[in-house]
């Protein structure tokens, strides 16, 4: 079946530094791809999407690649802040389906 | 502005009282849904609804019920929880689905039952 599995957390970094969540997917045909980031005490809101292969979604400095040979969409940020604390979630939305299938989330705190 | 709202954000009751989580959306969106997240296993759908009288089971539907009677609304019921049932509950809407541009979801409640 469809499944999305992310890095284990939690992710502790320094400001400034860069960032790397990796996330790898199980899915028949083409699905479209997904971050969501959870702040604290909030919901999930949409970081960025990527709905076929080879495509970019970026959003506040964030980037993901949709790499359908290796079934990935690893979350990267050339420097993180103290405000990108958060949980994120890599999630999938397959044509045969109507639910997002989410990883169990990745923790990260930036600390100044 | 458009969002997904639910009520209450907290909530607190006893075990087999019977209880609704409210859902409503401003977008005209088609598609509603219910997710529970619990720890270390991410989020799972729990009920949908394609259109208004139109629901169907998720992942993890048991000792939950839905209703659309409007297209705006989306009420979660328990008619007896249990402390199993102890979670933090978002509900979500989109244009259609499957979607390409993801749903928006509520600020999510968070159900403990004792």
């Known amino acids: 079946g469809n499944s999305v599995t992310q890095m284990e957390g939690p992710v502790t970094l320094s400001e400034e530094a860069f960032l790397t969540i990796n996330c790898t997917y199980t899915?028949?045909?083409?699905?479209?791809l997904f971050w969501y980031v959870q702040y604290p005490g909030e919901g999930l809101q949409l970081l960025l999407k990527a709905t076929k292969a080879d495509d970019k979604g970026s959003n506040k400095g964030f980037e993901a690649t949709y790499r359908k040979e290796t079934t990935s969409f690893h979350l990267e940020k050339g420097s993180v802040q103290v405000s990108d604390s958060a949980v994120y979630f890599c999630?999938?939305?397959?044509?045969?389906?109507?639910?997002?299938?989410f990883g169990k989330g990745t923790t990260l705190s930036v600390s100044s | 502005e458009a969002q997904v709202t639910q009520n209450p954000r907290y909530l607190i009751t006893v075990t087999g009282k019977k209880l609704t989580v409210t859902c409503s959306q401003n977008m005209n969106h088609e598609y509603m849904s219910w997710y529970r997240q619990d720890p270390g296993l991410g989020l799972r759908q729990i009920y949908y609804?394609?259109?208004?009288?139109?629901?169907d089971k998720g992942d993890v539907p048991e000792g939950y019920k839905v209703s659309r009677k409007e297209k705006r609304n989306f009420p979660l019921i328990l008619e007896s929880p249990s402390p199993n049932q102890t979670s933090l509950y978002f509900c979500a809407s989109g244009p259609t689905a499957p979607s390409n541009y993801g749903y928006t979801f509520g600020s999510g409640t968070r159900l403990t039952v004792v």
């Open positions: 609804s394609m259109n208004v009288e139109v629901t």
């Open positions: 899915a028949t045909g083409y699905p479209s």
């Open positions: 999630a999938l939305s397959h044509q045969a389906g109507t639910a997002l299938i």
